[in-house]
């Protein structure tokens, strides 16, 4: 199997607090993780692509200082939203891409849905 | 760059109806990858296929069914016969080759309600 495990799977916050969500490939290595962002009602909007070991990448317009993503080893990738706040409530996706895999299939995560009161 | 576009934002069919879900992709790389998701309302995503560019073989899986069709950009597809369980949002994706991030494009969705 391809699991991909996120906690918390949902989150209540103060604003300006941080908040940081794992994701974790739970029965295989994943060089590549994504994290994606999904308003009400909206598509998936990929945040930035982590890889492991090196810095991510942001897609124009994410803020890296807002939003620290760590890739520290081959199956745990964190996204700390740093000072949240009301606008940054949302649902967080991960997924994560088998090391070596012969061809793109991403396996995602649950989600975490996050609210900043 | 890369575009995914889901015309229908929302269908409604009586149980038991086909329905198609359409999609039409943009992109400029000669290899691609092509998918299905389903994200029911506990907000998971489910896989439902996955298609590369040089494989444009129809696909049927029980009642769902897929059309890729290269010359026009399309990739639709088909539940047969809904159920209630299928409602959901249903998105296509596309992602570029292998070899650079393989960033993954998603349409906007479709919601689909299927009326018992």
């Known amino acids: 199997g391809a699991v991909v495990s996120q906690h918390p799977s949902w989150v209540i916050c103060k604003s300006g607090t941080s908040v940081k969500i794992e994701c974790r490939s739970l029965?295989?290595?994943?060089?590549?993780m994504f994290w994606y962002r999904q308003f009400p009602k909206q598509s998936l909007m990929l945040m930035a692509t982590?890889?492991?070991?090196?810095?991510?990448?942001?897609e124009q317009g994410v803020e890296k200082d807002k939003f620290l993503i760590n890739h520290a080893s081959l199956t745990l990738s964190t996204l700390t939203v740093t000072s949240a706040h009301p606008e940054d409530s949302s649902f967080y996706i991960c997924?994560?891409?088998?090391?070596?895999?012969?061809?793109?299939?991403?396996?995602f995560g649950p989600g975490t849905r996050l609210t900043v009161l | 760059a890369q575009k995914v576009t889901q015309a229908q934002t929302e269908i409604s069919v009586v149980e038991k109806e086909d329905v198609t879900l359409d999609c039409v992709y943009e992109?400029?790389?000669?290899?691609?990858?092509l998918f299905w998701y389903k994200q029911p309302p506990s907000g998971e995503l489910v896989f439902l296929i996955r298609?590369?560019?040089?494989?444009?073989q129809n696909e049927i899986s029980g009642r769902y069914s897929w059309n890729f069709q290269k010359s026009t950009s399309s990739f639709n597809f088909t539940i047969t016969a809904s159920q209630v369980v299928d409602s959901a949002v249903y998105f296509c994706?596309?992602?570029?080759?292998?070899?650079?991030?393989?960033?993954?494009?998603f349409g906007i969705g479709t919601k689909l309600q299927v009326i018992p």
């Open positions: 298609r590369n560019s040089f494989d444009e």
């Open positions: 982590s890889n492991e070991g090196s810095k991510a990448t942001y």
């Open positions: 997924s994560a891409r088998k090391t070596l895999s012969s061809y793109n299939e991403q396996f």
């Open positions: 992109t400029r790389d000669t290899t691609y990858y």
């Open positions: 029965d295989f290595q994943a060089t590549t």
């Open positions: 994706a596309l992602s570029e080759a292998p070899g650079g991030y393989q960033k993954v494009t």
